[in-house]
Each structure stands twice: as structure tokens, then as C-alpha cells.
């Protein structure tokens, strides 16, 4: 194994005895296996996350639930204004209620449902969930690994600003570093998976230990949201 392999999976292994196996939040998204309507949930929870923190995206995910609407046929089925109530509470809800229904629609019409897209290849899979308002490659990528169990690792700015930390690269596009951590690390959507939530806790927990100049030491985001185009 290169020395650069050995440091990916040494800083997975530091992660995993420092903190152990994904808590919080991340225990529902990395629970394996997944029923069908838990996949749905996590898939309807990519979009709700978006610029949102996870407590308010939990709100909007009870009222789904309460509604008897946590679900890809009833999220696609409803009337737009009723779906944008209910997730209100995640915020950009009228932009969050026209995402949900057309990434239902994509999966349920457009790929027959989650087995018609468990059957499509990978690269397929994500180049129709790209094609998507609203759904970039974050997304997408938390899309198939958290909800299809593809060995996809996800990018997020957490994991931009561990890199850039290590020193580990001098571009930070989204495939360059996606591709640093797949080449070093065994092709295993569950060790993607719980590592990718491991980064996510540590780097939530260190900005609220070390926050920036000027700002409280309180982060509740499953993931920072900081691009324009939506994650």
C-alpha cells in the first residue's frame, strides 16, 4: 500500500477510535440495511438538508411523517402549496417542495421506482439525478451512497477543509478530491459511508470548539451549505 493510501485510511481509523461508530443524526443515514421506505426518507432528507440545519430538518421530516407523506408516491402526489407547508420549516421551502417533487418523479417515472434504479449502473444513476434543478454532485452523491449503497464517496466542505488542514492537495474540485479518496481506500459503501459522517461530526464539533473570529461556537448544519448552486 502507498504512503498516500496509508494516511487516508490512518486518518478513517483516527476518526473511528476517537469517536466511535456514527452517532446522532448520522445513525439513521448509516444504518444497513435500509427498508425501502428508509431509503426514501434518506433520499427526501438530501434535498431538506440543503442550507438547512438539521433540527429544522427534522421539523419538516415529522411533518411529512404526521401527514403520512414520507414517501416518494405521496411527496409526488401532492399538491404543491400543502408540500411546501409542510416543509417549511427546512427553509427555501417553495424552491425544496419543486426539487422534492421532480426528484421523486425522476425516480419513480423516469427510473421505475428505487428497484428500476437499483438496476441502473452508477454512472447513469447520478448523470439522471445531475439532470435534476437543484441537484449537484453533494447531492447526488448522498443520494447513492446513503440511499442506494453505492461506494460513491461523498464531498462536502468538511471534507474540503480536512484536506486542505493535511495538505494533501493543491486542487479542491469536487472529483479531484473524490478521487483522491476513492483511489485510496477499498471500493466498500459502508466504510464510505460511515467515513464521510465521521469527517462530518469531527468537522462540526471543531468549529464549534474553534469557531471564526466573530461568531459563537454553535453549529447545528449536518453539512455546510456554501455554494450558490445547491449541493
Known amino acids: 500500500m502507498t504512503p498516500e493510501k496509508n494516511r487516508v485510511l490512518d486518518l478513517y481509523r483516527g476518526l473511528r ?17 435500509k427498508s425501502p ?24 421530516v415529522e411533518n411529512l411523517s404526521a401527514a403520512g ?15 411546501a407547508r409542510l416543509v417549511r420549516p427546512s427553509g427555501f421551502y417553495r424552491q425544496k417542495a419543486a426539487r422534492l417533487q421532480a426528484l421523486a418523479g425522476c425516480l419513480l417515472n423516469g427510473c421505475g421506482g428505487l428497484d428500476g434504479a437499483g ?3 452508477t454512472p447513469e444513476l447520478r448523470r439522471r439525478l445531475l439532470a435534476l434543478n437543484g441537484v ?12 442506494f449503497e ?12 480536512r484536506v486542505r488542514e493535511l495538505g ?14 476513492e483511489s485510496s481506500l477499498p471500493a466498500d459503501y459502508r466504510l ?15 468549529s464549534v470548539r474553534n469557531p471564526a473570529p466573530g461568531k459563537k461556537g454553535k453549529s447545528t448544519c449536518r453539512k455546510p451549505r456554501v455554494r450558490a448552486k445547491a449541493g
Open 136 to 147: 449537484g454532485p453533494e447531492t447526488a452523491d448522498d443520494i447513492l451512497l446513503y440511499a
Open 37 to 60: 421506505g428508509e431509503r426514501e426518507r434518506v433520499i427526501l432528507e438530501s434535498i431538506l438538508t440543503q442550507r438547512a440545519n438539521w433540527k429544522n430538518v427534522q421539523q419538516a
Open 69 to 83: 407523506s414520507l414517501g416518494l408516491a405521496a411527496v409526488f402526489e401532492m399538491e404543491p402549496e400543502r408540500l
Open 150 to 161: 453505492r461506494p460513491v464517496f461523498v464531498i462536502d466542505e468538511y471534507t474540503r477543509r
Open 119 to 121: 438496476r441502473l449502473e
Open 17 to 33: 477510535r476517537r469517536l466511535g461508530a456514527p452517532a446522532g443524526q448520522w445513525e439513521f443515514w448509516c444504518r444497513r440495511p
Open 168 to 181: 494533501w492537495a493543491r486542487k479542491f474540485e469536487y472529483r479531484h478530491l473524490q478521487e483522491l479518496f
Open 192 to 206: 464510505y459511508q460511515d467515513f464521510h459522517a465521521l469527517i462530518v461530526e469531527d468537522g462540526k464539533a471543531t
